[in-house]
């Protein structure tokens, strides 16, 4: 019994890694949100003025513009760890009994959730950082 106890153990913590690391992922690809698409998204609307606030509020915002390579790069390894972490857990068996079955799908899902979001908070903030400039240039 032990031995199927520490196995159960192991895959719990196995998921738990993968919707950790998806979190991380969500947190840093966000970072690229507050450093280009945010400042950018309020000088498009003409909200300049709450740019400049936002900027005396958080002036680390500054140094997240000018170091967007930085930035962008970490997020960039961040997700793909995050990616390798879902692959390798996508079709990780989950434990028999009902109870803890349902928690590790449920984690599954909402893991593979959180990951979509951080690639699309990815997407946003290269278009806003690389691309939306050279459209207007």
Not at 31 to 55: D, F
Request: proline share 5%.
């Amino acid at each position: 019994m032990k031995a199927t106890n520490g196995m159960i153990q192991s895959k719990i913590a196995q998921h738990q890694q993968s919707w950790w690391s998806g979190l991380f992922s969500l947190l840093a690809s966000s970072g690229t949100l507050v450093c280009c698409a945010i400042p950018a998204l309020l000088v498009t609307l003409g909200a300049g003025a709450a740019l400049s606030s936002l900027v005396s509020v958080f002036p680390q915002i500054v140094w997240l513009s000018e170091h967007k390579p930085l930035v962008f790069g970490v997020a960039t390894v961040a997700m793909a760890l995050a990616g390798w972490l879902q692959w390798r857990a996508r079709y990780a068996p989950c434990p028999v009994d009902p109870a803890l079955r349902d928690i590790c799908l449920h984690t599954r899902k909402i893991s593979l959730r959180i990951y979509i979001a951080s690639v699309m908070c990815l997407a946003v903030g290269v278009f806003f950082a690389f691309i939306a400039p050279r459209l207007t240039s």
